[in-house]
Nanobody
Framework: QVQLVESGGGLVQAGGSLRLSCAATGSIFSINAMYWYRQAPGKQRELVAT????????NYADSVKGRFVISRDNAKNTLHLQMNSLKPEDTAVYYC????????????????WGQGTQVTVSS
């Protein structure tokens, strides 16, 4: 069974930094792409950053460009999001999302979500 487990959220003052991690575990055959989303209270979930297989495509939402860096450790199937110069408006639950094929069904790509990790930035 494939799972995504996030870690690294917390409370930080404006201007500070946090590093989120998302570990993909289970019977993984391949990971096609991985994403970070966030959802603030009363708002829709928004795409924050994209990392496609091999890093061929890395994209950021305009609101985080120049402050956030997405990276991936392929050997550990782990996605990271380094968040710098945090602002109160970055406060949200951050979710990891990945398109993964499992060993049991290597021709079928499925969409997986992590449980979310809270990031709170105080002013």
């Amino acid at each position: 069974q494939v799972q995504l487990v996030e870690s690294g959220g917390g409370l930080v003052q404006a201007g500070g930094s946090l590093r989120l991690s998302c570990a993909a575990t289970g019977s993984i055959f391949s990971i096609n792409a991985m994403y970070w989303y966030r959802q603030a209270p009363g708002k829709q979930r928004e795409l924050v950053a994209t990392f496609t297989s091999g890093g061929s495509t890395i994209n950021y939402a305009d609101s985080v460009k120049g402050r956030f860096v997405i990276s991936r450790d392929n050997a550990k199937n782990t996605l990271h999001l380094q968040m710098n110069s945090l602002k109160p408006e970055d406060t949200a639950v951050y979710y990891c999302n990945a398109i993964i094929t499992s060993v049991t069904t290597p021709r079928v790509a499925r969409n997986y979500w992590g449980q979310g990790t809270q990031v709170t930035v105080s002013s």
